[in-house]
């Protein structure tokens, strides 16, 4: 069975890898800054099957830990990604733009800044934790107990 280690390891490089690839037409700080949010949501991502169904035992994996929702996981993301992204990158866009703006205060401009930098990240952690989740499913249907269908 794969090692909590295991588990945020391949979460977190697959969580910067999709973000990376579904940034791949920005331009590099806003790239970074997704890649940067995929790795953390690719974190918490890789962990959330064993927060909703704790490994008390081997026999722990039910629904969580499922083909069904893994499958409504990439469902979620193939549909519902790209429009969460938009909205993401939208909103920083607008933060970007009001920071510079010539009547804004330091400290506008500093808050400004911050959410700029945070709708960034977002926008990648959303794929991020989905990739995570999936990659948790991966390597736990790999094991000899493998995955139940639906539970």
Request: charged share 20%; glycine share 16%; proline share 5%.
């Amino acid at each position: 069975m794969p090692s909590r280690q295991t588990h945020v390891k391949v979460g977190v490089l697959g969580g910067c890898g999709f973000a990376a690839y579904r940034s791949r037409e920005q331009d590099l700080p806003k790239m970074l800054l997704e890649t940067i949010g995929g790795g953390v949501g690719g974190y918490f991502g890789s962990r959330l099957p064993d927060m909703i169904e704790p490994a008390m035992c081997p026999g722990h994996r039910q629904f969580a830990h499922s083909v069904a929702a893994g499958s409504g996981v990439a469902y979620s993301l193939y549909r519902l990604l790209e429009e969460w992204e938009k909205g993401c990158r939208s909103r920083a866009q607008y933060y970007g733009d009001k920071r510079n703006e010539e009547f804004a205060s330091w400290f506008q401009k500093l808050s400004y800044a911050i959410l700029e930098i945070f709708f960034r990240i977002v926008a990648g952690g959303l794929g991020g934790l989905g990739a995570g989740y999936i990659s948790h499913l991966a390597l736990d249907g790999r094991t000899p107990k493998g995955l139940p269908a639906n539970s």
